[in-house]
């Protein structure tokens, strides 16, 4: 646990420590009474209202919608479902940013319905609440359909034998099995819309804020830092109760349910009923997810000359952005894939580290350290960003000017994806093996390499691939670290969707459908690869 509790402590608690305690600490005297001053202010209780109500309303949404996909998913057997799983997972591994500029392209000014009926759905909370859906549907699909497919359906049978009807069965055999799966998926995605930046951001406009773009605009704009360092207590005492009840599903779906393989439940649909649900969740899918991704492609290939590749040939000029950035923008692609790879092997060698350490049981320390490796998703990126720039400025932690600051932030996104994929591949892992190995004269370094990675391999590689995708995409932190001679793709579509002209917002749709397919490239290469559906993710 050395490993990654140094990581944690020095490069995520020592950040935000000192941003939250430079907000509140006025000449050494700690302002405690702003917290209640702020939190009174009328324009921050709004603040604070729409935050939680659009996450409830978020998290409802996508269950209503993705569950009969996990359904779907769990228990039909139909050709193409390994791609469509690829797919519809797509959307969670792409940064918010992405997400927010493929609906402005489907709902904003000139989008595909204002061309078609004219309507416009862009600064307004429908359309936060569908590109929130379209984030968070592999999220309820992956962890509910996980667990779905490995309940035995024998016994929702055996219920209908007794004389349940179909709904009944349901209600009585499978939902109580599949509640703690449905609880963990609710509390990921209230955990994901509670703490939404880029999404609210770009479809919000100035009508709509949540607490973490009132950070940002608190930090980045308006310089108040006392109000930014409450914002952030709030937030953080928020995503902490989250975590700790989501660590409780977790624990009651992993001791409660005696699981069959996947293979045995999945059959073709049988009857027009069963058809008809298979069609309504491809229909779904192909409106909430595909029609996005596509309409994003249609406006990077959209010029005023016609259809053609002029956006994507004007990233190679330096002038491009109308001085937005030193570099040419399509050199954001390389900075991205060099920042994301290094990122990647620290989130392996920390969140592996800390998975081996979680499989120990040491007690109350191990678990409660398990439920600190996620607080990174929840906490303000905002926070974590502008706290690296003032507190490693001074040797001999002098990173501010350092490459290498990029990759730290987004390892601190990777590590959780790294540990909650490792983890129960580890688990499972019987120890007796490696007392063999010991009893047979193999030091512990030899009986890891000899009987874990094997065993370990393939969930190292699904690892890898999600810490790379999400390292690549990672923005909220970056948008402050990242120097204007190396921008990464997020920063860069940020920055051509802040200014104005047709070009700016053409290349912006260029880059964004780059990351996108590097992305999709990403998760098609991790089904291939990957044959345990075990995990969070």
Request: glycine residues 10%; aromatic residues 10%; proline residues 5%.
């Amino acid at each position: 646990m050395a490993g990654p509790v140094a990581f944690f402590a020095l490069f995520f608690a020592y950040p935000v420590v000192a941003i939250v305690g430079r907000g509140l600490d006025v000449g050494g005297d700690w302002q405690f009474g702003r917290i209640g001053e702020v939190l009174s202010e009328p324009d921050i209780l709004r603040v604070l209202w729409f935050t939680l109500w659009q996450a409830l309303a978020s998290t409802a949404l996508t269950l209503l919608i993705a569950l009969p996909g996990a359904y779907v998913f769990a228990r039909f057997d139909f050709r193409g479902k390994q791609l469509l799983r690829a797919i519809v997972t797509v959307p969670f591994v792409l940064p918010t940013v992405v997400v927010g500029t493929a609906f402005l392209a489907v709902l904003g000014r000139g989008g595909m319905l204002d061309q078609l009926w004219g309507v416009r759905l862009d600064t307004t909370v429908w359309a936060i609440l569908l590109a929130h859906v379209f984030f968070n549907y592999a999220v309820v699909v992956r962890t509910v359909g996980g667990l779905w497919s490995q309940l035995d359906p024998r016994q929702e049978e055996a219920a209908r034998v007794l004389g349940a009807s179909r709904f009944a069965a349901w209600r009585k055999v499978t939902l109580p099995a599949l509640g703690p799966a449905v609880a963990a998926a609710s509390l990921m995605v209230f955990l994901f819309t509670f703490t939404s930046f880029g999404v609210v951001q770009i479809l919000g406009g100035p009508a709509f804020s949540t607490l973490e773009v009132e950070i940002f605009r608190q930090t980045a704009q308006l310089l108040d830092l006392p109000t930014a360092a409450v914002l952030t207590l709030v937030q953080f005492a928020a995503v902490g109760a989250i975590l700790a009840l989501h660590a409780w599903t977790v624990r009651r779906r992993e001791s409660a349910l005696k699981l069959v393989d996947p293979a045995q439940t999945a059959r073709r649909p049988r009857g027009a009923g069963q058809w008809a649900l298979l069609g309504g969740v491809l229909v779904s899918v192909a409106a909430l997810i595909l029609v996005p991704l596509g309409v994003l492609v249609q406006r990077s290939l959209d010029t005023p000359e016609g259809f053609g590749f002029g956006y994507y040939r004007a990233l190679q000029s330096q002038g491009a952005g109308g001085g937005t950035f030193l570099v040419p923008p399509i050199d954001a692609i390389w900075n991205s894939v060099q920042y994301a790879l290094v990122a990647t092997a620290i989130a392996l060698a920390v969140g592996g580290l800390a998975a081996a350490a979680l499989t120990r049981r040491a007690g109350r320390l191990v678990r409660g350290f398990d439920a600190l490796l996620m607080l990174p998703l929840g906490v303000s990126a905002v926070t974590v960003g502008f706290g690296f720039l003032i507190t490693l400025d001074k040797p001999p932690l002098d990173l501010r000017s350092s490459w290498i600051l990029v990759p730290l932030a987004q390892a601190l996104v990777g590590v959780p994806f790294v540990v909650r994929t490792m983890l129960p591949v580890l688990r499972a892992v019987d120890g007796r093996l490696r007392e063999a190995a010991g009893v047979l004269g193999a030091s512990p370094l030899r009986a890891w390499r000899e009987v874990d990675l094997p065993m370990v391999r393939r969930a190292l590689l699904v690892a890898a691939g999600f810490a790379f995708a999400v390292s690549l995409g990672e923005f909220g932190a970056t948008v402050f670290i990242a120097r204007p001679d190396n921008p990464t793709l997020p920063v860069a579509v940020a920055r051509l969707l802040g200014r104005a002209g047709d070009l700016n917002y053409g290349q912006a749709m260029a880059l964004s459908t780059i990351l996108m397919l590097v992305c999709a490239v990403s998760l098609l290469v991790l089904e291939r690869i990957r044959t345990d559906r075990s995990g969070e993710f």
